[in-house]
């Protein structure tokens, strides 16, 4: 099993920044790619931004690239959503997502862990 916790959210003014980290304890090494999902109110979850944890394969949604940026550091079991320039309709909360499986991937019944969420708020 691995357990996922993020932190990292909170309210933000439009074309700011929040850096959201995702700590996976467990069986870590089993963990092969991960993944940033979120969910506004009344959608359904869309996928943000995935990667492998070996950094060689790197997915973005078309509405957040070239403004999010997700990384891992391995030594610390952490995998990082650095988001810029943020808007209203970022406003969601975030889930971190980690799937045993090395091949990246964007569709979240693919994904076998899941973290609790974390509320990003983006105020006009």
């Known amino acids: 099993q691995v357990q996922l916790v993020e932190s990292g959210g909170g309210l933000v003014q439009t074309g700011g920044s929040l850096r959201l980290s995702c700590v996976a304890s467990?069986?870590?090494?089993?963990?092969?790619?991960m993944g940033w999902f979120r969910q506004a109110p009344g959608k359904e979850r869309e996928p943000v931004a995935a990667?492998?944890?070996?950094?060689?394969?790197?997915w973005y949604a078309s509405f957040v690239r070239g403004r999010f940026t997700i990384s891992v550091d391995n030594a610390r079991n952490t995998v990082y959503l650095q988001m810029n320039s943020l808007k209203p309709e970022d406003t969601a909360v975030y889930y971190c997502?980690?799937?045993?499986?090395?091949?990246?991937?964007?569709?979240?019944?693919?994904?076998?862990?899941w973290g609790q969420g974390t509320q990003v708020t983006v105020s006009s």
């Open positions: 467990g069986r870590t090494s089993s963990s092969a790619a």
């Open positions: 990667m492998t944890r070996s950094g060689d394969s790197i």
């Open positions: 997502a980690a799937r045993d499986s090395p091949e990246l991937h964007i569709l979240g019944t693919a994904y076998d862990y």
